[in-house]
Every structure is written in C-alpha cells, then in structure tokens.
C-alpha cells in the first residue's frame, strides 16, 4: 500500500496540524450525505483525524471515534462492483456517507489509508499518542496521582498499610502495585483471600475520612462461591475483622448487580456472600444492569439514547446514596460488582464525590480517575474499542461515559461547589475516544507500565493543567458537607450528546428559541432518536434556504 499523500493542488483545508499529525489525503472532492441533504465539499484525512469542509458544514473527527467503515459499491451493466464511497459510523452514534465524483480516481486509496490508521492495532501501527508530543508548561500529569500521598490524606493512621504484595502484579494483574489494606493481615493472609475473589480482586480500602470517623468504603469482585455454595474462611474472616474495626454492630455489602444476575453468575463460578456466613454484615443488590444492557441502550453501533438511560443513571445515583448513607451511619461499606471494574468504580467515585470536597476540585477529580479507575483497572481499551475493528465485540460499552454523565447530573444540581466547569467533562470524553494522549489505552496499570506510557505518550493532566483557566468554575465556593441528588430530577445533557451540531446551521435567535422550546427538549422520557430528529428537522429547514 503506497504512503504518499494524495492531494488537489490546492492547500490543505486543515489549518493547523497537531504535533505529530500527518496529511494522509488532502481536499478529495467528494459528497456528504448528511441530514437528508448531499453536501458538496473538501475530505481531508490524518493519522488522526477526517476533516470535511463544506458550505455551511464542517466535520472534524479523531478516528479513535470511529467504530467501522464500510465501502459503498455500485453495480455496473457487465455485473462489475465500482467503488463510489465509504461509510464512516461513529462510536457515539454519528454517520456519514461520503461519496466520489465521477471523475475521482483516489477514493479507494482514501478509504484504505483512513481504515489503516483507525484500526491500528490490525495494521501492527502505533496509535496517535505515541507520535504527539506538544509542548506543554505542564509535564506532571502522569504523577498527579501518589499513592503514598492520598492515602496519607484520606488520614489511614495506624489502622491501615499500604503493601507491597502486588509489586510485581504477581497477586492480582489488574490491581494497581500498592494496595491499603488492614493492619492486622499480613501478606501471606491476603494471598489467600484473594484466591475466593473473582480475578483475584480481593477487598482493599479505596476511602475513609476523620470526618466520616474513618468509616471505609471498600471495593473487590464477587466472591467465587458457584453452585456448590463454596466457602472461605479467610475471606468471611477478613471481612468480619474489617467489619469490627468500627463500632457499629453491622456493615453493608453493596452488590452492584440485581439479584437475579448475581444468582446467574453462580452458574460461572461466581456469585454472592451469603449473610449466614458474613453475619458482620449486611447484603444489599443495587440492581444496576451490566455493560450489556448500558451498550444497548446507549448504543455503540446505534446510540440508541432514551429515557432508559437516564433510569439507569438513576440506579447509579441511588446506590451512591445509599452507600453515603450507610458511611454517615457508622456502618463499613463494601462495594463490588461482578469483576470489579465498571460498576463498582462507578459508586466507588460518585460516592466520594458527593462525600469529599477534595474529589470537587480539578486536581482531586484527576486524582479519583487515576485511583479509581485506571490504577484499579477499569479495561479502558477493550471498553472503548480502541484502534480495534471488531465492531460487533460484545465487551465494549460506554461505563465510563455513564460515569462521566453521573458527574454531570450532579454537577448541574451543585453548580458552585465544583472547582472544576463542564468544558473538563467534555474533554475527558473527548479524549477517551481520541486516542491524543496516552491516559486512556490500554486496560490496566500493569498493561500501561509494560507498554511505557508514561515515557511514550502525554498525560490527559499535563494538558489540562497547562491550561487551568479553561477548566476552572469562576463561580467555585469551597464547601465540606455531603452534595445532595435529587435522582428523580435527572435530565439529559444536551450541550454533550448534540454538540456535533454546527449552531451556523441553527441559524438565528428566532430558530434556536424554537429548537429549545421543542417539549422533547424538556422531557425526562424522551427518546434520542426523536430528540436528534427534531434537530436534523430544523437543520434541514436551514440547508433549504441556503
């Protein structure tokens, strides 16, 4: 497949490159076909992104954001295939239809180069971020994170340890290299109780604070009981010591899962604590659906947006209530799910946030992803699909936005008790899909380390804290106390999930009052598809009288 770059002879329609960003192709006359209208315009590609210019549209998309890409063929008299395009679908849920001019020669060469640098991995290429190195007055992103340091903060005193048993990633290769466990176990006894633990994922600290008496929240996976009703006494004995560190009588195993799944996973070898055997605490299922149920409804292939998602946001909420409410108590805490590492990060974090100011801030926000998700292994990459082209791969699904959206509805409920605006959430998601910086490749800490991220790639945080002021709240006021979720108030957040639209085509005042008077808008139960239609309606209308 040749390298060289294809153009017209006039200048690249991109007008600043990033660092290490390449053309591919350049100004290709094609068509866009795009709300019910075929658009005439200039397609320029990059070892990072698609750019389309058109008149009134632009299109500007990282390939990490593309899910597949599909050739359009037709078919001749003498029953020969001619390319004349290609399909670009979208992980959060965009489509785009471009098509040749009669007289383009190069369109399968576009094709094939924007296929070969957007599934890196089956090409055997390195990702953007290994070839992007912009100068930034930041360059401690990849250290904001210290272990030793936060939970110094959180004040473990002389109750908790931070152990070395996971050094080497021997004990469990998807937990990070320091865990903070009870004082009381040694390292021998944790090996043991991490062998009755899904993925080894046994329970560690992941919070407490002198303002909540040192109450902990704990995270793990499911214990490995299966059919026959296993046992460990290890693990029912650690877990009752732990229980026994605070003076209330009984502590709360927040289960994730619905029931009926967690019965399900018995069938694999997996399954629940049984309250007869963990009598120091307490069983309670948050019935929060799986990365299934969460892909289909936010749909990698269709983003199929309705007003299930918003009650799944709700589930979420709900359990991270519940669970502050179980720590103001007095009682321990333990949270897990299946594995551990998309549900459980999820009320782990949220939780925190609603409970710790420090978490509101815009170094404790970088601080609790690096924690409770990177570092404890939420499988960013298989998640995401990165530069992966097995589109139909059953583990993806979009926890982390959820998570992301979750902070969000908060937010918008506590506007001034963030130090951090909307713009960081944006860009974190931005950069989930992208693939411009190195902080979300890869699944573990253990894969990060082996691969040298942290000396191939940039960190997400050096970028933003280079540039704080974009970040930061004007209107921030500090405050220590519990934020409070009204979960039946829940709405959808617009300024995300439509921000591809170009407001040029909103055209003016009179037309965007109407778009936001729409009662779709302003409906908890509306359905995406409908919601995105209105808005397509109204782009049409503007197009017609361009």
């Known amino acids: 497949m040749s390298n060289e770059v294809a153009s017209s002879e006039e200048e690249p329609n991109i007008g600043h490159l990033l660092d290490g960003e390449h053309h591919l192709n350049t100004n290709i006359s094609c068509y866009l076909s795009a709300f019910d209208s075929r658009l005439n315009g200039k397609l320029t590609t990059t070892n990072y992104r698609f ?55 190069n369109f399968e060469h576009v094709h094939d180069q924007l296929a070969k640098y957007t599934f890196y991995l089956s090409s055997n290429l390195d990702c953007f971020a290994f070839f992007h190195n912009p100068r930034l007055s930041d360059q401690t992103g990849w250290f904001v994170y210290n272990p030793e340091k936060e939970y110094t903060r959180m004040g473990i005193g002389d109750r908790w340890r931070l152990t070395d048993v996971n050094q080497n990633f021997e004990l469990c290769d998807t937990y990070p290299r320091k865990l903070c466990v009870p004082s009381f ?31 902990p929240i704990l995270r793990s996976s499911q214990p490995l009981c299966g059919m026959s009703g296993k046992r460990s006494i290890y693990d029912e004995d650690y877990l009752k010591k732990i229980a026994q560190m605070i003076s209330t009588p009984k502590g709360y195993i927040c289960d994730a899962r619905p ?48 007003s299930k998602w918003l009650e799944h946001l709700r589930l979420i909420l709900d359990g991270c209530v519940k669970i502050c409410d179980r720590i103001n108590t007095g009682h321990t805490v333990l949270v897990h799910c299946s594995d551990g590492w998309d549900r459980t990060p999820q009320l782990t974090s949220l939780s925190m946030i609603l409970m710790d100011e420090y978490y509101r801030t815009l170094r404790g926000f970088q601080v609790l992803i690096e924690k409770e998700w990177l570092s404890f292994g939420h499988k960013f990459s298989t998640r995401v699909g990165h530069g992966c082209s097995k589109y139909f791969d059953q583990d993806r699904s979009p926890i982390f936005v959820q998570f992301i959206d979750c902070v969000w509805q908060i937010m918008s409920q506590n506007k001034v008790f963030f130090e951090f605006n909307e713009k960081l959430l944006h860009d974190i998601l931005q950069s989930l899909y992208s693939n411009q910086y190195g902080t979300f490749l890869l699944d573990s800490e253990c894969e990060r380390e ?21 970040y930061t709240n004007e209107n921030y006021m500090v405050y220590d106390e519990d934020l409070k979720i009204e979960t039946d108030k829940l709405k959808l957040w617009e300024s995300y999930y439509f921000k591809e639209i170009d407001p040029k085509l909103l055209g003016d005042e009179t037309n965007r009052q109407e778009l936001d008077g729409v009662n779709i808008l302003k409906s908890n139960q509306s359905s995406f598809n409908n919601l995105f239609a209105s808005g397509l309606q109204l782009l049409n209308k503007m197009l017609d009288k361009s």
């Open 259 to 306: 029931f009926i799944n967690a019965l399900a996973n018995c069938t694999n070898g997996g399954g629940y604590e049984n309250e007869k055997y963990y009598d120091s605490f307490k069983i309670e299922f948050l019935r929060i659906e799986n990365i299934h149920t969460m892909r289909d409804c936010l749909g990698v292939a269709s983003f199929n947006l309705d």
């Open 185 to 215: 176990v040694t390292d021998d006894e944790l090996k043991l109780v991490a062998q009755f633990r899904s993925k080894n994922r046994l329970p560690v600290l992941s919070w407490t604070s002198a303002d909540k008496n040192y109450v």
């Open 450 to 470: 082996k691969n040298e991220l942290k000396t191939k790639t940039v960190s997400l945080w050096s970028y933003v804290n280079s540039n704080k002021e974009k």
């Open 51 to 105: 750019y389309f210019k058109s008149e009134p549209l632009t299109v500007d998309v990282p390939l990490g954001f593309i899910l597949k890409i599909d050739k359009l063929y037709a078919t001749n008299y003498g029953n020969s295939a001619e390319l004349i395009g290609f399909t670009v679908i979208c992980k959060n849920g965009r489509y785009y239809q471009f098509t040749r001019f009669e007289d383009e020669t």
